[in-house]
């Protein structure tokens, strides 16, 4: 049996027939596997051992999670501006590209590993009465271990903060700043953009409970939900693209994206 292009057996004799060549193709396979979902090589270089004394830089940007991602690719657009871009994690790791083991970075380098405080009304089955708060310690923050569902928030908390003297954050400002990052795929929905540089699709549910969800939804009064009346069902947008996580470390920070910017980890 031969096995499949690109796997080698380093050692040949070591194992013979059929069985055996087929474990060590799997072998490989899982090798392979680990080194197509590293991302190392897409981020800028650890400018951190290369940083002296007297280094000057036109913004610092301190944190790069999904807001800073944003704010340090922006900056670095202006090809005159030089940009230190500031995390206390590294590269995300492997585990976070896989959208079905989410839940498995929690505890690890990727995540701060806090923890809620005791509550009266919260997580009483959990020992101590303390729940988990997984927050991103790594390129993309929480944006790099988070359950990769796509939700701009809700209407009247935009309008609210403008209310309150914070002019230009209504919600009608600011859709057009997330329509310019936003880069829907596959679908068509005037509510989001396209062309941005943070890819976004839809996941629907191929199992006919869905169907049978949704009319229950109608029959108890329930509509589709939108960012006006946010009670309601829908098949979610999801950070996904190509079968695994589109952050906004892999958005915004990764080399082809940015201009002079030096991330220090």
């Given amino acids: 049996m031969d096995l499949p292009q690109g796997f080698t057996n380093p050692c040949p004799t070591a194992l013979l027939g059929t069985s055996s060549q087929a474990f060590i193709g799997v072998i490989n396979a899982l090798f392979a596997s680990q080194c197509i979902l590293s991302t190392t090589h897409l981020y800028p270089p650890d400018f951190g051992p290369q940083l002296k004394n007297g280094e000057e830089f036109d913004f610092i940007v301190v944190g790069a999670g999904s807001a800073g991602s944003v704010v340090a690719s922006r900056l670095s657009e202006n090809p005159n501006w030089k940009v230190l871009l500031l995390e206390a994690g590294g590269y995300p790791s492997s585990n976070t590209e896989i959208p079905a083991i989410f839940f498995s970075t929690a505890k690890t380098v990727d995540d701060w590993g806090y923890e809620m405080e005791p509550s009266q009304t919260g997580c009483l089955g959990i020992k101590d009465g303390k729940c988990g708060c997984p927050r991103g310690k790594t390129l993309g923050g929480s944006g790099s271990i988070n359950g990769m569902i796509y939700i701009r928030g809700n209407r009247k908390d935009y309008d609210q903060w403008a209310e309150d003297g914070n002019t230009g954050w209504d919600y009608d400002s600011i859709l057009e700043h997330y329509k310019k990052i936003e880069d829907l795929q596959g679908v068509e929905d005037e509510r989001f953009g396209k062309g941005g ?32 009346k946010p009670i309601g069902y829908l098949d979610a947008y999801t950070t996904i693209m190509d079968g695994k996580r589109f952050g906004p470390a892999k958005a ?14």
């Fill in 197 to 228: 540089d943070l890819k976004l699709t839809q996941y629907q549910n191929p199992e006919p409970a869905r169907n049978i969800l949704i009319e229950s939804y109608k029959e108890l009064g329930y509509g589709e939900y939108k960012e006006e």
């Fill in 252 to 265: 915004f920070i990764a080399k082809q994206k940015t201009g002079k910017i030096c991330t220090w980890l």
